[in-house]
């Protein structure tokens, strides 16, 4: 991942590891289904904005820096709170990435 720190595979909250729970950096593994890891690309899938789930669940936006695919990933329980709040607070601070995300989808 980016950030170069030990990552486990174990997701507390969901099945599938798909982001460092550091930095929320991730790869681009699966194509359609989480945890398929069938995708070609393997590019670093940054993590773009957040977003809710008509359940409230809080899910992160990647793209990916290879081929600008976009993907939605649950956040898991052991992922750094801070990183969560800083990326849901990013378009306040910096109004250029909400139109960035905008952009993209």
């Given at each position: 991942?980016?950030?170069?720190?030990?990552?486990?595979?174990?997701?507390?909250?969901?099945?599938?590891?798909?982001?460092?729970?550091?930095?929320?950096?991730?790869l681009h593994v699966d194509r359609r289904v989480p945890g398929?890891?069938?995708?070609?690309?393997?590019?670093?899938?940054?993590?773009?904005?957040?977003?809710?789930?008509?359940?409230?669940?809080w899910v992160i936006i990647h793209q990916c820096a290879s081929?600008?695919?976009?993907?939605?990933?649950r956040i898991a329980g052991d992922d750094n709170p801070y990183?969560?709040?800083?990326?849901?607070?990013?378009?306040?601070?910096?109004?250029?990435?909400?139109?960035?995300?905008?952009?993209?989808?």
């Amino acid at each position: 991942m980016s950030c170069r720190l030990d990552v486990s595979v174990v997701a507390p909250g969901t099945a599938h590891r798909n982001h460092c729970p550091h930095c929320l950096a991730s790869l681009h593994v699966d194509r359609r289904v989480p945890g398929d890891r069938d995708a070609d690309c393997r590019g670093r899938m940054e993590a773009l904005s957040m977003s809710t789930r008509p359940d409230g669940e809080w899910v992160i936006i990647h793209q990916c820096a290879s081929c600008g695919e976009l993907s939605a990933n649950r956040i898991a329980g052991d992922d750094n709170p801070y990183a969560l709040v800083r990326l849901a607070l990013r378009p306040l601070v910096d109004p250029r990435h909400a139109g960035r995300a905008l952009f993209a989808l």
